[in-house]
């Protein structure tokens, strides 16, 4: 029978299961592939509408070593000459099946880690690349005011990417996140929901929308953007029946931003390399560190609206 390694299942809405997939045979790794050894795990935002089976499900459970993506691994067995074995790489799977202990990517979806990062750290550079990706066609935003819908860990990554950039950072977000979004480089939190801000008539030059899952933020981003002003859609999209004030995005001459990372190997490393320069003050968006036997307790936190808990990483 062939050998297998651990993988964590969702068996049903909510419900985390240990199981196991084939272990992949090095041997049979091909051209431009990497087979790696999983050390880090984080859980994206994205992942729990999945786990809650309230979008994106699998049409049957259980769906092995899903929802997952964001991973920090090493190299077992490489055909790529960017990435030789023993290589330490942060990985994107974007079958989102990343939860188990070995696994074959394409060699363009990983990139090398400079050995200084730690994997919790490290880990933070998949969501970081997502959001350079979300900002590619942007332009300058350097004395920019901009405001940034949902202080959780992707929302605040955005906000430390674009205060590095020179950009005046308005938070909104009705949870407590302390003083992190301070330390981050947002100079202003609003704690509130971003329709009280519509209502009080503000205008920002950018919104960086980093919610998602839900019509009513989306709507709020429209009617934040000042004249020729410039709107990111960052959070996904459950449906594709949303509500949209065209009039008011038109008269504003307002630029939209939609997609998602198509540029892995790209923006990865432009990822990586806003971490590593920035690692210090990141380190604290993880607020949580949970070991393979707590895979289950680590997405009910996710799933929590808990205040204190920001970025949780899964470490077997």
Known sequence: MPERCWSWDLTAPRTMERG?????????VGRDQVLIELLLAGICGSDIPRYTGDADVPETLPAAAFPC??????????????LPV???????STTHTGLRQRQVLPAAHAVPLPEELP????????????????????????GRSVCVIGLGSTGLLAASVLASQGARVTGVDPLDRG????????????RTTSDVLVADGARF???????????QTFV?????????????VFGVPDTDDYPFPLRTVF??????HTGTTQHWTRFLAAGVEHVRRHADTLAPVVTHVLGLDEVPRAYQLAASADPARVKVLIRP
Do not use: I
């Open 20 to 28: 196991s997939v084939p272990d992949p045979d090095p041997a049979a």
């Open 86 to 92: 023993g290589t330490r790489v942060l990985a994107m």
């Open 251 to 256: 008269r504003r001459n307002v630029v939209l």
């Open 119 to 142: 994997d919790e750290v490290a880990v933070l550079a998949q969501p970081t690349g997502t959001v350079l990706s979300a900002l590619r066609g942007v332009g300058p935003v350097e």
């Open 205 to 215: 030059d950018l919104v960086f929308e980093a919610v998602g899952h839900q019509t």
């Open 179 to 190: 003083d992190l979004p301070a330390r981050l480089g947002v100079a202003e939190v609003v």
């Open 69 to 82: 993506h964001e991973l920090v691994g090493r190299v077992l067995a490489s055909g790529s000459d960017r």
């Open 220 to 232: 709020d981003a429209c009617h934040l953007v000042g004249m020729d002003g410039r709107l990111v």
